[in-house]
């Protein structure tokens, strides 16, 4: 996912032009939010390819007509207006589909999203809207992620990252400081510390990742709130 310096509604707002940074910031839009309409798709009913189709035209939709245009950030957080737009499109989408019943069809092609083969959320949640909400935080923790991996990777330590991902959203407990400081050579406060300091890096890119599609601090903490919420006991 692309990193702009600007935060607030940065990838919303810089989508909205016409020149190479616009349609990159759309592109992530696009691939950012995927997994949240799929997942919504699924457990509306949708299923395989169908839901992949659904999911390709609702995006292609959402592209052609510029809806990305249409969010404020004072009109409240752009996944929920994403969310909005989405139920709009399958209700057309139903009654088109009855209408097809009497004979044609159309296709559309598969994408192969690496987000989504990841099976981020599934049909199984309690509801649509969970559906969406749940894969919504887990793409954002995933981002973070990729990011701390990054920058572990350029500071020469990708190899403790991969052994410690495990713990930087479950806090582990004195068990797996106890193995993990024989397997590591180090001491069990030096890792405790080192694990802490990581933790806290990936609340900070969490937010940073957030702030991408929110407008101010009050909007920022009530994401932030929807995310705890959303899945319960991670980033404590």
């Not at 839901?51 to 969010?71: R, Y």
């Not at 690496?114 to 954002?140: D, K, M, N, Q, Y």
């Not at 991408?212 to 980033?235: F, H, I, K, N, P």
Request: glycine letters at 6%.
């Amino acid at each position: 996912m692309p990193r702009f310096q600007s935060t607030q509604w940065s990838i919303v707002l810089r989508a909205r032009g016409d020149d190479a940074q616009a349609h990159a910031a759309l592109e992530s839009l696009c691939r950012t939010y995927r997994p949240p309409v799929l997942a919504y798709i699924r457990s509306h009913g949708g299923s395989g390819e169908g839901a992949e189709d659904l999911a390709q035209s609702f995006f292609a939709e959402f592209i052609a007509s510029a809806l990305h245009a249409g969010a404020d950030p004072a009109r409240g957080r752009f996944r929920s207006y994403l969310l909005t737009a989405l139920k709009h499109f399958l209700l057309n989408a139903d009654a088109a589909a009855r209408a097809l019943k009497r004979g044609g069809a159309m296709q559309f092609a598969s994408l192969d999203d690496p987000l989504v083969a990841r099976g981020i959320a599934t049909a199984a949640e309690a509801s649509p809207e969970h559906a969406f909400e749940r894969s919504w935080a887990l793409t954002v923790i995933d981002a973070a992620m990729q990011s701390l991996r990054a920058e572990a990777e350029a500071a020469g330590k990708l190899a403790l990252f991969a052994r410690l991902r495990e713990f930087l959203i479950e806090q582990p407990d004195a068990a797996d400081y106890e193995r993990l400081s024989r397997e590591l050579g180090l001491r069990r406060n030096t890792l405790a510390v080192t694990v802490h300091r990581m933790r806290r890096r990936l609340r900070e890119l969490v937010r940073a990742e957030l702030a991408q599609t929110t407008d101010g601090r009050e909007a920022l903490e009530g994401e932030l709130r929807d995310l705890r919420s959303t899945l319960a006991g991670v980033m404590e």
